[in-house]
């Protein structure tokens, strides 16, 4: 349901993966509790923020999460979350590595990123 993560610009952060609740519970304060409990779990671990997606379908959520103080990254912060595939990772990973100029350390590009 949560994970922690770490951000460098800001420190550790809390990330919610696939929070909801099913849709005959919806309306009697579940998920309001829930996101209360994940809260405080986040401040407990000194967490500087909490994140997670919200499907842009889904206006009430996105409206909840507003009304809590939440902010959309994707246009407020200029961000976009991207996904390679599977594939797309199994290219990269075979792809060529670029031929440094002799005057670059000896490790560089070797498992450093």
């Given at each position: 349901?949560?994970?922690?993560?770490?951000?460098?610009?800001?420190?550790?952060?809390?990330?919610?993966?696939?929070?909801?609740?099913?849709?005959?519970?919806?309306?009697?304060?579940?998920?309001?509790?829930?996101?209360?409990?994940?809260?405080?779990?986040?401040?407990?671990?000194?967490?500087?923020?909490?994140?997670?997606?919200?499907?842009?379908?889904?206006?009430?959520?996105?409206?909840?999460?507003?009304?809590?103080?939440?902010?959309?990254?994707?246009?407020?912060?200029?961000?976009?979350?991207?996904?390679?595939?599977?594939?797309?990772?199994?290219?990269?990973?075979?792809k060529e590595s670029?031929?440094?100029?002799?005057?670059?350390?000896?490790?560089?590009?070797?498992?450093?990123v």
């Amino acid at each position: 349901m949560y994970y922690f993560t770490y951000d460098p610009w800001i420190g550790r952060v809390i990330f919610l993966e696939d929070f909801y609740v099913v849709k005959s519970y919806r309306g009697l304060g579940i998920g309001q509790e829930l996101l209360k409990k994940l809260s405080q779990v986040a401040t407990s671990f000194h967490c500087a923020c909490m994140q997670f997606l919200v499907n842009v379908r889904n206006q009430k959520s996105v409206d909840y999460y507003v009304n809590c103080g939440g902010f959309d990254l994707s246009s407020d912060a200029g961000w976009h979350l991207f996904r390679l595939a599977k594939d797309d990772l199994s290219n990269l990973a075979i792809k060529e590595s670029k031929k440094f100029p002799e005057s670059c350390p000896k490790d560089l590009g070797q498992g450093q990123v």
